[in-house]
């Protein structure tokens, strides 16, 4: 298969995994078996803690490839790195109850938090994927249903405005059960759309405050858009940030999307001071789409990184 370019790449592999969202049925008997279901009821949420702390997390399409192999070991290695949280995508939609259940328990007894998932149009869709991603996310503790990807029909700034209205809906049918939604920016979505409005401009206008603009930081610069002024100029909003860093080359080269966190020319400490001073961050996801390295190679590499920035052993 011929190589993509960057956000080309990173648009078709997202797309494919926000649409399939599909788990092996061998996986779910591999963390089923033996494990009886405690009585305990396991859907009632985690809050967030209020303290001056700002958890370090793991998107885990990071380490895909390991997740889709054996889910209860990754997530053993992923809290043996020292991460606290962790973020699942579109597959989770296809559990059970009784599995999520099941992987609720193992995030307990590693100390692991969910705060947020990656989901497709139908978990912000009145009907039974609406209806199931609640049930899901509420199981997992999560307060935040992010909208990984807009449907492909969406265009022009009246096609967006559609969606956000869509969007501007599921936050009050979300509310009443403790979460909200949220929405993952792309390179695309900087573009300026007709009028010279950027994607990103109509998103922020046409949601509420309490709709999440989840900051991809590394296709914010691909776009050649400047991160911090984003932040200010949307305070309270960046609930949750990734941390994906960027560098002009090529994917052969291993730059783009490839470089580690904190070898790109992401303005780290900027970019933290923005959205820790007023943009509103809750917690941190280091995100990574593949490097050199193994993915728990890179998913260890980018936390030794992410922890030299911030002075921690």
């Not at 803690?49 to 895909?64: A, D, F, H, M, Q």
């Not at 949601?207 to 309270?236: R, S, Y």
Request: charged share 20%.
């Amino acid at each position: 298969m011929p190589p993509l370019a960057p956000a080309a790449e990173s648009l078709t592999r997202r797309r494919f995994l926000a649409l399939s969202g599909i788990i092996p049925a061998a996986l779910i008997a591999q963390s089923l078996a033996g494990r009886a279901l405690a009585a305990a009821d396991q859907s009632i949420p985690v809050p967030m803690k209020k303290t001056n702390k700002y958890p370090i997390g793991l998107e885990l399409y990071s380490v895909r490839d390991e997740l889709a192999r054996d889910l209860p070991g990754t997530l053993r290695r992923v809290s043996a790195m020292g991460y606290e949280v962790v973020e699942f995508y579109a597959p989770y939609c296809e559990w059970t109850v009784p599995y999520a259940k099941d992987v609720r328990r193992q995030l307990d007894d590693l100390g692991l938090r969910c705060y947020s998932t990656h989901n497709p149009i139908g978990s912000f869709t009145p009907g039974a994927a609406m209806n199931k991603a609640i049930e899901l996310n509420q199981i997992l503790g999560a307060r935040h249903l992010i909208l990984a990807m807009a449907p492909r029909e969406t265009t022009g700034v009246e096609g967006w405005k559609t969606l956000c209205a869509q969007l501007t809906a599921a936050v009050g049918q979300l509310q009443p059960h403790g979460l909200t939604a949220g929405y993952h920016n792309h390179q695309a979505e900087w573009v300026r759309l007709d009028g010279g409005l950027r994607v990103m401009d109509v998103i922020a206008a046409n949601t509420p405050a309490e709709f999440v603009l989840q900051f991809d930081v590394g296709t914010c610069l691909e776009a050649g858009a400047d991160p911090v002024a984003w932040i200010k100029a949307n305070p309270g909003r960046i609930r949750s940030v990734h941390l994906k860093d960027w560098a002009p080359g090529a994917v052969a080269d291993e730059k783009a999307y490839r470089v580690l966190f904190g070898e790109g020319t992401a303005p780290w400490r900027d970019i933290l001071a923005a959205v820790e001073s007023g943009g509103g961050v809750e917690f941190y996801l280091l995100e990574q789409e593949g490097s050199r390295y193994s993915q728990f190679d890179t998913a260890q590499r980018c936390l030794d990184n992410w922890k030299g920035l911030r002075g921690k052993a």
